[in-house]
C-alpha cells in the first residue's frame, strides 16, 4: 500500500522507519524473537506548508510516528486501502531501542491500537 501524507495546519514532529533485511535482522538479534529490526529514515519537525510524504509499502519511512507540538491537521490518502481480508490491516508496534546501532530500534507488533492520551505516541504502519 502507498501512502500520501500531507501536513494542512500547524507543526507536527513525525519518526519514520523502514524494516531491516529479515535475515540480517535475524541475524542480530539472536532469532527466533518476536521483535524485528526496523532503521530511522526521518526523525524531524514539520511545519506547515510543506511539501507531500509519499510512503511505499517497503521504503520510505512506511512505519511511523506522528506527534503534534501544535493543533494540526494531516490528510493521509492510501491506496489501496486497509483490508484485513487482503493483508492490508493497519499494524501497531511497540518499541525496543537497541543500542547496537544508533539509527536502528527493533520492533514488536501488538494485537490492537493502544487507548491513548495526551501527551502520548502511536506507531503506527500501513
Known amino acids: 500500500m502507498t501512502v500520501f501524507s500531507k501536513l494542512l495546519l500547524g507543526q507536527m514532529h513525525i519518526k519514520s522507519y523502514d524494516w531491516v533485511d529479515p535475515d540480517v535482522s ?26 507531500t510524504s509519499v510512503l511505499y509499502p517497503k521504503t520510505g519511512g512506511n512505519m511511523h510516528e506522528f506527534t503534534a507540538i501544535t493543533p494540526c491537521a ?27 546501532f544508533p539509527t536502528t530500534e527493533s520492533k514488536e507488533e501488538v494485537k490492537s491500537q493502544p487507548s491513548l492520551g495526551v501527551g502520548q505516541r502511536l506507531l503506527g504502519a500501513v
Open 26 to 51: 535475524h541475524n542480530l538479534l539472536k532469532q527466533p524473537s518476536q521483535l524485528r529490526l526496523a532503521k530511522l529514515k526521518a526523525n524531524k519537525v514539520f511545519t506547515s506548508p510543506c511539501d
Open 74 to 100: 494531516v490528510l493521509d490518502v492510501i491506496g489501496p486501502p486497509y483490508s484485513k481480508d487482503d493483508g492490508r490491516d493497519c499494524s501497531y508496534y511497540r518499541d525496543h531501542p537497541y543500542t547496537a
